[in-house]
């Protein structure tokens, strides 16, 4: 029997230089089968004409016109638009916010730093669809608590000058749909950026610091001179994730606009667009030359992050 | 069996076989999933399954009528699938573009129909086995018109309309002194009412001046029209229609006669709930809604009339189709149940009875349920009014860029409304924008 199952393990036995493939293989079946294979698809897709419900044979080939028809699309422009708007407004306050705030947890908070890390970091794992339908309900133009709050707070003396008088439209107004979802983005990753920074700030030697005291440097001057010099790789970093997440932002804008981007499309991103063209408007191939051409705008400013904080370190 | 039992047979009396207890098991279990499996196989071969994909509150209708098939095929189950309506919808494009996971039929919502009509996915019912063009007069003529495809191919029959009416609070008409007739002349009376109405009460006339604008762009289509496009792709958003509705909402949100409020969502169901709007304009189903979930505090209190104007209109519709790259073995069977589920009275008056689905099947309109008084509607007899906003509601030509053309005017309307923006120049830019979107 010993026998039987060493001879038939002998036969069966991978040869060395397959391991490796059969080992990942799991993986890389995956990858070409829900990564790679729909990447291809939408750049053979970005080329054709196609409609969906007539099947995969009602292809036809169109060159490049999906793409002209794209850069001459306002709608695209304009979503381009909202998505640099968006990620600027929710994306520079989120470092701005997290870099000071993780220095004070860092310096002021020992014991209980982590529960107050934890704390900060809890919408980062909670559900898009969760915050997104809980903000609905905080936005809510005649029942919401942010609304409710500004009317209290507009009968006082001076804040009454200052605050409107009549509710606030959030979700619906043009003008404020961008700046309700700014809030809800910021809110969302601030914490996830303390955690980086958090990180980061452990990894500065406490000597130089010392030093830096011993030399009379204030607080200020310790900040600006070793923690911020000594944060710009993480800085690098984190801001090229916000910058890629920033562009690609879709479910909160998506939930909070209820699917189509709201009044006049103010909140409706690129990928929201991209997303619309295809499964509202069925317009796959356009909808995939959008996003490859949000992919080149995503590559270019992804480089120009990289050129600048390359630029920035190039002295030291 | 777990390891000890075969531990204790492996131990057991010496006259037996020394044959291994593992082998034996697996000998048995071997054994026995043949036995099972030529049981199952022997099944399958008799039993049939169709597929059904739907979504609220369809699913609902047609698990309602399983019970009614399986007593006529014992031998046929009914597979239901359902998902949310969107998911639904998007589900199914899928499955008729990959040909895959298709359902034997398909419940369709009306916003879609059309565009699967256009592209040819769904099979021509008017040729065999399925021979319906002669039953088709059976039903609303709008309904039918709206699945007539390019070469007078029939790809859906219909099982539910949606004739709209305007909901209006009494009590509420009571305290401005408002009539009936002051909200149904015409639209300028409607909007005058509401004048009367927010000043007298507080209450807003309507959700929102999106409404108003949806309903006046749908009076004076031209027969071979479409809501926003004619019979060659023209864009006709600069149309006097147009201009009067736009007009009308700008008047509406100028006197701040709407709540500025989205169907569907938690300001509007408390809108409802409150008392906060004073008329609705909307389908035979939404009465069905306050009813049991979005204000049946205000039982009685509400009447239904026909629209301003004279205007007809529908909100919503739901047929059922068959793929054409569905399983051929199964299209005869799914045409059966098809015809159950929308050719017979009962189980078109079933469906509207539990479901609130306005039936589309013209004969079940002389039922006594149609005039019978709605306790809701204070003893009002509805029904007869949705049943004559059906008959004459008007088919309209379908564009497959109706949806994009939707968002471009409302875009428009907002800048109306919110920043000031002329009406003349905010058609003309919409015009332009459906022009370049009109040949894609």
Redesign the interface.
């Given at each position: 029997m010993t026998n039987i199952m060493t001879s038939l393990s002998a036969k069966w036995r991978l040869p060395p230089a397959w391991t490796p493939y059969v080992l990942l293989s799991p993986f890389i079946v995956l990858f070409f089968a829900f990564g790679l294979f729909p990447l291809l698809f939408s750049l053979y897709l970005s080329f054709h004409s196609w409609e969906p419900s007539a099947g995969l044979g009602s292809m036809q080939y169109v060159g490049l016109s999906n793409f002209t028809f794209s850069l001459q699309d306002e709608w695209f422009w304009k979503s381009l638009k909202n998505t640099f708007w968006l990620a600027a407004a929710s994306g520079i306050p989120q470092h701005l916010v997290a870099i000071p705030l993780a220095c004070f947890i860092h310096a002021a908070i020992k014991r209980s730093r982590n529960l107050v890390v934890g704390l900060y970091f809890m919408p980062y794992i909670t559900s898009t669809v969760a915050i997104a339908i809980m903000f609905t309900a905080l936005f809510s133009t005649n029942f919401g608590i942010i609304n409710l709050t500004i009317k209290e707070l507009a009968q006082l003396p001076i804040l009454g000058s200052i605050l409107p008088q009549h509710p606030i439209d959030w979700t619906n107004n043009s003008d404020t749909i961008k700046p309700a979802i700014a809030i809800v983005i910021f809110w969302r990753y601030v914490g996830f950026n303390i955690v980086l920074y958090m990180a980061a700030l452990q990894t500065i030697p406490a000597d130089l610091y010392e030093a830096a005291r011993m030399d009379g440097a204030g607080r200020l001057q310790q900040f600006w001179h070793i923690t911020l010099p000594s944060l710009r790789p993480i800085m690098y970093f984190g801001v090229t994730l916000s910058v890629i997440g920033g562009l690609q932002l879709f479910e909160e804008p998506f939930i909070l606009t209820m699917g189509n981007g709201g009044s006049d499309q103010a909140g409706m991103t690129a990928a929201v667009y991209l997303y619309r063209m295809a499964f509202d408007f069925n317009d796959f191939g356009a909808a995939s030359a959008m996003s490859w051409l949000l992919f080149a705008v995503v590559a270019a400013l992804t480089w120009l992050t990289h050129r600048v904080f390359h630029m920035r370190n190039s002295p030291t | 069996m777990d390891v000890g039992d075969a531990e204790d047979m492996a131990q057991g009396p010496v006259h037996e076989q020394p044959r291994s207890p593992l082998r034996r098991s697996l000998l048995v279990s071997l054994l026995a999933s043949l036995v099972t499996g030529a049981c199952r196989g022997a099944g399958a071969q008799d039993r049939k399954t169709l597929v059904v994909a739907a979504f609220p509150a369809v699913d609902e209708i047609v698990n309602a009528a399983i019970p009614e098939w399986k007593r006529r095929h014992p031998d046929v189950d009914i597979k239901l699938i359902s998902r949310q309506y969107?998911d639904h919808h998007?589900a199914?494009?899928?499955a008729?573009?990959?040909?895959t996971y298709l359902p034997d039929v398909m419940a369709l919502e009306v916003h879609y129909v059309g565009?699967?009509t256009r592209?040819?996915?769904l099979d021509d019912l008017r040729q065999p086995p399925y021979n319906f063009e002669a039953d088709s007069k059976r039903f609303v003529p709008y309904a039918v018109a709206q699945v007539t495809g390019p070469h007078g191919e029939l790809t859906a029959v219909p099982t539910d309309i949606g004739p709209g009416t305007l909901l209006y609070r009494t009590d509420i008409l009571a305290k401005a002194g408002v009539k009936e007739a002051d909200l149904t002349r015409s639209w300028e009376s409607y909007v005058d009412a509401g004048i009367k109405i927010k000043a007298a009460t507080g209450a807003f006339l309507i959700p929102n001046a999106h409404n108003i604008k949806e309903i006046v762009i749908r009076g004076g289509i031209k027969p071979g029209e479409g809501m926003y496009f004619d019979g060659e792709g023209h864009a006709l958003v600069e149309s006097p229609r147009f201009y009067r509705a736009f007009e009308l909402a700008r008047a509406v949100r100028q006197h701040e006669l709407d709540?500025?409020?989205?169907a569907w969502?938690?300001?509007w169901a408390?809108?409802f709930k409150r008392g906060?709007l004073a008329t609705d304009m909307s389908g035979a189903w939404a009465a069905g809604h306050l009813a049991t979930w979005l204000a049946p505090n205000t039982a009685g209190l509400w009447r239904a009339t026909q629209l301003p104007e004279g205007t007809y209109a529908a909100w919503g519709g739901t047929y059922f189709a068959i793929p054409k790259?569905a399983n051929p073995a199964n299209k005869a069977l799914a045409w059966e149940f098809i015809r159950m589920m929308t050719e017979e009275p009962t189980m078109q008056l079933a469906a509207f009875k539990e479901q609130n689905a306005f039936p589309a099947l013209t004969e079940t309109y002389s039922d006594p349920f149609f005039e019978q008084p709605i306790p809701f509607l204070g003893g009002e007899r509805a029904r007869e009014l949705w049943r004559d906003a059906a008959m004459h509601i008007k088919p309209v030509r379908v564009h497959?860029?109706d949806?994009?053309a939707e968002?471009v005017v409302?875009?428009e309307l907002?800048?109306v409304m919110?920043k000031g923006k002329d009406i003349g120049e905010a058609l003309r830019d919409a015009n332009r924008?459906l022009q370049?979107r009109a040949s894609?």
């Amino acid at each position: 029997m010993t026998n039987i199952m060493t001879s038939l393990s002998a036969k069966w036995r991978l040869p060395p230089a397959w391991t490796p493939y059969v080992l990942l293989s799991p993986f890389i079946v995956l990858f070409f089968a829900f990564g790679l294979f729909p990447l291809l698809f939408s750049l053979y897709l970005s080329f054709h004409s196609w409609e969906p419900s007539a099947g995969l044979g009602s292809m036809q080939y169109v060159g490049l016109s999906n793409f002209t028809f794209s850069l001459q699309d306002e709608w695209f422009w304009k979503s381009l638009k909202n998505t640099f708007w968006l990620a600027a407004a929710s994306g520079i306050p989120q470092h701005l916010v997290a870099i000071p705030l993780a220095c004070f947890i860092h310096a002021a908070i020992k014991r209980s730093r982590n529960l107050v890390v934890g704390l900060y970091f809890m919408p980062y794992i909670t559900s898009t669809v969760a915050i997104a339908i809980m903000f609905t309900a905080l936005f809510s133009t005649n029942f919401g608590i942010i609304n409710l709050t500004i009317k209290e707070l507009a009968q006082l003396p001076i804040l009454g000058s200052i605050l409107p008088q009549h509710p606030i439209d959030w979700t619906n107004n043009s003008d404020t749909i961008k700046p309700a979802i700014a809030i809800v983005i910021f809110w969302r990753y601030v914490g996830f950026n303390i955690v980086l920074y958090m990180a980061a700030l452990q990894t500065i030697p406490a000597d130089l610091y010392e030093a830096a005291r011993m030399d009379g440097a204030g607080r200020l001057q310790q900040f600006w001179h070793i923690t911020l010099p000594s944060l710009r790789p993480i800085m690098y970093f984190g801001v090229t994730l916000s910058v890629i997440g920033g562009l690609q932002l879709f479910e909160e804008p998506f939930i909070l606009t209820m699917g189509n981007g709201g009044s006049d499309q103010a909140g409706m991103t690129a990928a929201v667009y991209l997303y619309r063209m295809a499964f509202d408007f069925n317009d796959f191939g356009a909808a995939s030359a959008m996003s490859w051409l949000l992919f080149a705008v995503v590559a270019a400013l992804t480089w120009l992050t990289h050129r600048v904080f390359h630029m920035r370190n190039s002295p030291t | 069996m777990d390891v000890g039992d075969a531990e204790d047979m492996a131990q057991g009396p010496v006259h037996e076989q020394p044959r291994s207890p593992l082998r034996r098991s697996l000998l048995v279990s071997l054994l026995a999933s043949l036995v099972t499996g030529a049981c199952r196989g022997a099944g399958a071969q008799d039993r049939k399954t169709l597929v059904v994909a739907a979504f609220p509150a369809v699913d609902e209708i047609v698990n309602a009528a399983i019970p009614e098939w399986k007593r006529r095929h014992p031998d046929v189950d009914i597979k239901l699938i359902s998902r949310q309506y969107a998911d639904h919808h998007t589900a199914m494009t899928t499955a008729l573009s990959t040909r895959t996971y298709l359902p034997d039929v398909m419940a369709l919502e009306v916003h879609y129909v059309g565009g699967f009509t256009r592209t040819g996915a769904l099979d021509d019912l008017r040729q065999p086995p399925y021979n319906f063009e002669a039953d088709s007069k059976r039903f609303v003529p709008y309904a039918v018109a709206q699945v007539t495809g390019p070469h007078g191919e029939l790809t859906a029959v219909p099982t539910d309309i949606g004739p709209g009416t305007l909901l209006y609070r009494t009590d509420i008409l009571a305290k401005a002194g408002v009539k009936e007739a002051d909200l149904t002349r015409s639209w300028e009376s409607y909007v005058d009412a509401g004048i009367k109405i927010k000043a007298a009460t507080g209450a807003f006339l309507i959700p929102n001046a999106h409404n108003i604008k949806e309903i006046v762009i749908r009076g004076g289509i031209k027969p071979g029209e479409g809501m926003y496009f004619d019979g060659e792709g023209h864009a006709l958003v600069e149309s006097p229609r147009f201009y009067r509705a736009f007009e009308l909402a700008r008047a509406v949100r100028q006197h701040e006669l709407d709540a500025k409020v989205l169907a569907w969502t938690s300001d509007w169901a408390e809108g409802f709930k409150r008392g906060s709007l004073a008329t609705d304009m909307s389908g035979a189903w939404a009465a069905g809604h306050l009813a049991t979930w979005l204000a049946p505090n205000t039982a009685g209190l509400w009447r239904a009339t026909q629209l301003p104007e004279g205007t007809y209109a529908a909100w919503g519709g739901t047929y059922f189709a068959i793929p054409k790259a569905a399983n051929p073995a199964n299209k005869a069977l799914a045409w059966e149940f098809i015809r159950m589920m929308t050719e017979e009275p009962t189980m078109q008056l079933a469906a509207f009875k539990e479901q609130n689905a306005f039936p589309a099947l013209t004969e079940t309109y002389s039922d006594p349920f149609f005039e019978q008084p709605i306790p809701f509607l204070g003893g009002e007899r509805a029904r007869e009014l949705w049943r004559d906003a059906a008959m004459h509601i008007k088919p309209v030509r379908v564009h497959k860029q109706d949806d994009f053309a939707e968002e471009v005017v409302n875009g428009e309307l907002d800048k109306v409304m919110e920043k000031g923006k002329d009406i003349g120049e905010a058609l003309r830019d919409a015009n332009r924008l459906l022009q370049i979107r009109a040949s894609r």
